[in-house]
């Protein structure tokens, strides 16, 4: 069964950066929708950025211009580089899969089959 397992996460200084990864196991990721999404303390979980099994990617606004995401599928890994971290980007990060569909739609509605413990992300102002 698909499993997922979230690092990378830490304090870090606005301005900083940090790269969290995914690692999978259970499934090849090469056949794999893999989304990264956060929820900061008291908020919803809301969706990140998204990694289609077929090479598309897709951010949310929150994303844009400061986050890329990037898989390595011979390491069954999935990246997200996050640059430029503000303290509004607190939150514990997690990475999901096991989804179908039109990118944009699970990736901003986080309909996802399987989630990953997170991983936690501070931004010290």
């Known amino acids: 069964q698909l499993r997922l397992v979230e690092s990378g996460g830490g304090l870090v200084h606005t301005g900083g950066s940090l790269r969290l990864s995914c690692t999978v196991s259970?499934?090849?990721?090469?056949?794999?929708?893999i989304g990264w999404f956060r929820q900061a303390p008291g908020t919803e979980r809301t969706g990140v950025a998204c990694?289609?099994?077929?090479?598309?990617?897709y951010y949310t606004d929150s994303a844009k211009g400061r986050f890329s995401i990037a898989r390595d599928n011979a390491k069954n890994t999935v990246y997200l580089q996050l640059n430029s971290l503000k303290s509004e980007d607190t939150a514990v990060y997690y990475c999901?899969?096991?989804?179908?569909?039109?990118?944009?739609?699970?990736?901003?509605?986080?309909?996802?089959?399987?989630w990953g413990q997170g991983t936690r992300v501070s931004v010290d102002s």
């Open positions: 259970g499934h090849p990721l090469d056949n794999e929708n």
């Open positions: 999901a899969g096991d989804a179908a569909g039109a990118i944009q739609n699970w990736c901003t509605t986080g309909r996802m089959g399987v």
């Open positions: 990694s289609s099994y077929d090479g598309n990617t």
